[in-house]
């Protein structure tokens, strides 16, 4: 290569960098705001088993996802060596790699390994701190590990002990002697040998009454919680099935459990629901459930992109003062129309001779982003009720113009031209597609292990579009839904609808799916 190449070589070689980021212990959202930005920026992602499914959607959809198993023995894995051979090939070709693993990167995570080799290799790198299965798990439980008054100390120890070693490198008497004296004990990778390590600690000479705890599966829908003693543990846990993966805590703050757990208490906890939203529009409904407790899984089943043809939007701009009203009936009509008023170079102010009505205080809410004003809201949000909020009188004789999506109910139009309206002018600011890249066999399996609570539908197109992308209607699947429209679509399809708010607003719906669980939670 020329002179010229080599320097383009040598610098995309050192703009290859590896990051070993902590997922967190479970739940998506618990990822560091550090660890969330750099897999945005990741061109390769190795991921381990424990790692959720929502975390790799914020990679990029050109990131290549590499799965390296890690699963305790219960399925092949890449090779450690392999494994660390590959992180510096992929980091040696000017990749920004992202070494995801669960927990932090540097407890019981083979992180240092890793960086170790990665170090060896010259290959630079960086470690981003995650939060460890060891703190969230008895934090979600109701288990403090340390206390002013009761617990100085916390040891965290590991159940999994390479037997190759010979003898226990775990220095269990001195650990116990002090547990005595106010410490916690916090185990991990034990539930294969659960019996032998808990009789361990009891032979060292922990008191058998002493409290413990087994918390599998921690922050996520499938958490399950065990509270014995040091000497019933082993066998409560086996009666409830606890397995891998799984954290054990041993101490006095273990009992302070009866008064302290908090996650179960939420209305949601243990719920499995999904958002088919479109992405973009997702994050806060998403967000507003987990607050409640429940595990989303994100399933966008509509995307927006530009209409096939703006000629008739264009058409519009050109003539905008001409319009006595204006009706929008989505933000994102309202996001599409602005944008390309932007693009033509129009300034927002030639709306001002147009009144401006919304179809619900979503919608409004997004006018007063741009500081547009709405002279109209109904008290109903459907289509149907902007006529009767606008006055039947100020139709007649009025030019109308309803930016919205190209394919839509054809209601509104209808009924404004029955009641006279002058002009009714219909133009496409964008159209809803499905998704490419949707994540079908996940959703497929939990709809086949009966694991889903509730799928959530905001417009009759999330509905079609569901079914059209798993393959079958939505029968026995419990379903909420936005408004009668929607309700009537998915019921259409054979959902049972279970939840419907009498207002149609996300901030509704989410509270009606709230005391839906928790009326069911009394049922049971």
Known sequence: PSQGEGEKARAKHQRGR???????????????????DVLSRADVVVYDYLISPELLRLAPPSAELIYAGKRGGAEKSIEQSELNAMLIAHARMGRVVV???????????????????????????EVVP???????????????????????????????EDETKGASAVPWDELVAASRHGGTLVILMATARMRATLDRIGAAGLPAQTPAVAVQWATTAAQKTVSAT????????????????????????AGMRAHLKWVE??????????????????????????????????????????????????????RIDAFDWIIFTSAMGVESFVERLKSRGIDIRALGNASIAAIGPA???????????????P?????????????????????????????????????????????????????????????????????????????TFTSSSTVTNFCELIGARGKGIRAAAIGPITAATAEGRGFEVVVRPDVYTIEALTEAIGEYFVQVKKRT
């Open 265 to 318: 208490r939420t209305p949601l906890f243990g719920r499995t629901i999904v958002v088919t939203r479109a992405r973009a529009s997702a994050s806060e409904f998403a967000t507003a459930l987990r607050r409640l407790g429940a595990e989303v899984v994100e399933f966008p089943t509509i995307e927006t992109a530009p209409p096939r043809s703006y000629a008739a939007l264009d058409r519009a701009i050109k």
């Open 130 to 160: 995650g939060v460890t299965s060891a703190i969230a798990g008895p934090a979600f439980a109701g288990v403090p590990l340390t206390h002013r008054e009761h617990g100085s100390f916390v040891a965290f120890v590991t159940g999994h």
């Open 99 to 125: 070494r995801l693993k669960g927990g932090d990167p540097f407890i019981f995570g083979r992180g240092g390994e890793e960086a170790a080799a990665l170090a060896r290799a010259q290959v630079a790198f």
């Open 18 to 36: 590896v990051f070993l980021v902590g997922a967190g212990p479970g739940a998506p959202d618990l990822i560091t705001i550090r660890g969330a």
């Open 363 to 377: 919608t409004a809410s997004r006018l007063a982003d741009y500081a547009l004003q709405v002279a109209v809201v």
């Open 379 to 455: 008290g109903e949000y459907r289509a149907e009720e902007i006529i009767t909020a606008i006055g039947i009188r100020q139709v007649r004789g009025k030019r109308f113009l309803i930016p919205r999506a190209e394919v839509a109910r054809e209601a509104l139009p209808e009924i404004l031209r029955a009641r006279a309206a002058k002009e009714v002018v219909v133009a496409p600011a964008y159209r809803t597609v499905k998704p490419k890249g949707a994540q079908l066999e996940r959703m497929r399996e939990l709809l086949a292990s009966g694991k889903l609570d509730l799928v």
């Open 230 to 253: 040091l000497a019933t543990l082993a066998d409560e846990s086996a009666r409830a099935a606890i397995g891998a993966p799984a954290v054990i805590v041993v101490g006095e703050l």
